[in-house]
């Protein structure tokens, strides 16, 4: 049984440095890029290897879509049906895993490694436990789940299939996140890239072989897709531990940092346990609305699917920019530099808006085709051909969001950035949504309208907060934590 102490052993003071695959580096060789010299230069440093991160990520969203739109419409359909049920799941484990990055950044600017590797190990260890635990609840709740959100009985088979599949890998999807979460506080964004791209590139080459049947591999359909993603998880999964346990990367977790602490577990639960609510919400939101979508059409619920997977590409830099901004927040939080990690958030938030306005010019111009690059039904293509017109207008207002949010999370004050989210969808989108979609009679331009002014007002409200200062200070305390043995 696991037990909570509230002790550990000492841990020799050395370097042990990020060197796999790049040359050798040490924690604080990392840290002094970050809260020292050039702001913006620091920022798109940690900002690149994420946004391609993220691109890998979105890849595997595409290439899924792409075979699956060639396997059966229904197929597509489900695969977005379901999608806010997995991350209703997995924004329980990347939301505990954002104290991760908030500890691990503050304690590495502070110059205090042994606690970034104490609560690194502690993140791990009990996220590890909330993983099993999720794992086995979401593969039997998923059937009955998806009955009570509707739809056709060949949609909701083909979409249970996938989430039962995926929630049995919950995991080792988990462990990745564990894996980016640390390594990003240390400040280290090339590895968490490099393992993405290995595992985009073996789900690249499983995913015919399993959904179509290719060579002596069965044909599974959409559970082929669920079954790729999952192996090609678990390959970085087990890379990137036996990197973390090596103590090559900068942070070095000791098994005996498994033992869980119980004041490091309330600590982990008060950051990461707001952030895992604030994207459960989120999460349950976006269900809710794929509930609605489908009741419309599965025409709608498919061209919002596709839709989505253009609007992660557009956001993919932005997205980059605000994890990049929570690194350089919390560590010149934890360097006791607010001045610093002020402009650090304020470039962030101009960098994002620049970035998000050419992307919308981009999307508004090629809109159409677009959609045509997954679907030629006319009815998809005139759905999806409204909702990225109307949507592309709020990119602008997308980025600021996903900047501040970052700043919040960076700075451990994740209560501010779970109530952005929750506001965003259950204060103005989901309300929105019924109100214009169904009781006005607009159905999926209702949609598409209730999207823009949720963005457009949870970006004012966002910068509101932003501009009181009140996150301007950090969460870890002194002095550092015990070192005796239990």
Do not use: C
């Amino acid at each position: 049984m696991l037990t909570f102490v509230n002790t550990v052993e000492q841990e020799p003071s050395r370097d042990v440095g990020y060197n796999w695959p790049m040359a050798r580096r040490s924690a604080q060789d990392l840290s002094k890029q970050l809260t020292q010299g050039p702001i913006g230069g620091s920022l798109l440093r940690l900002a690149w290897p994420i946004m391609l991160a993220n691109l890998f990520q979105t890849l595997y969203n595409f290439v899924d879509r792409f075979w699956l739109a060639r396997y059966g419409t229904t197929e597509i359909a489900a695969l977005a049906l379901s999608w806010p049920l997995i991350f209703l799941v997995l924004s329980l484990g990347s939301g505990l895993t954002i104290a991760g990055t908030a500890l691990v950044a503050q304690y590495t600017g502070a110059r205090r490694e042994h606690d970034a590797n104490l609560a690194s190990g502690q993140v791990v260890s009990f996220t590890g436990l909330l993983a099993i635990t999720f794992a086995a609840g979401g593969f039997f709740a998923a059937r009955p789940i998806l009955g009570l959100m509707g739809g056709e009985q060949a949609l909701l088979d083909a979409a249970a299939s996938y989430l039962q599949i995926i929630y049995a890998g919950i995991p080792l999807v988990f462990g990745t996140f564990v894996i980016t979460a640390l390594l990003n506080g240390l400040g280290d964004t090339v590895t968490p890239m490099i393992l993405m791209g290995i595992s985009v590139a073996l789900n690249i080459i499983l995913d015919p072989f399993l959904i179509f049947g290719w060579g002596p591999f069965p044909e599974w359909g959409i559970a082929g897709a669920a079954a790729a993603t999952i192996l090609s998880r678990g390959l970085i999964s087990v890379i990137g531990f036996a990197l973390l346990f090596s103590g090559r990367l900068g942070i070095h977790i000791r098994f005996r940092y498994l033992r869980l602490r119980w004041d490091l577990v309330r600590k982990i639960i008060s950051i990461g346990g707001l952030a895992s609510i604030g994207q459960t919400g989120t999460s349950i939101g976006f269900a809710i609305m794929n509930g609605a979508l489908a009741r419309i059409g599965t025409a709608v619920l498919s061209a919002f699917g596709i839709g989505n997977a253009f609007i992660s590409i557009a956001l993919m830099p932005v997205m980059g920019l605000g994890q990049a901004t929570a690194t350089m927040v919390g560590q010149n939080l934890g360097a006791e530099n607010p001045r610093r990690a002020k402009q650090s958030a304020w470039a962030g938030i101009v960098l994002s808006s620049l970035v998000l306005v050419a992307a919308a010019v981009a999307v508004l111009a090629l809109r159409r085709s677009l959609i045509q690059v997954f679907l030629s039904d006319p009815a998809v293509i005139a759905v999806g051909t409204e909702m990225l017109f109307l949507v592309a207008f709020a990119f602008p207002f997308m980025g600021i969001i996903q900047v501040v949010m970052g700043v919040y999370q960076g700075a451990g004050h994740t209560l501010y950035s779970m109530f952005f989210g929750l506001f965003r969808l259950w204060v103005l989108r989901v309300p929105l949504v019924f109100l214009l979609a169904f009781t006005f009679g607009f159905g999926a331009s209702g949609v598409w309208w209730a999207m823009f002014a949720s963005n457009l007002g949870t970006a004012i409200l966002a910068m509101v907060f932003f501009l009181s200062g009140n996150w301007m200070h950090r969460v870890i305390k002194e002095p550092a934590l015990s070192d005796e043995v239990a």
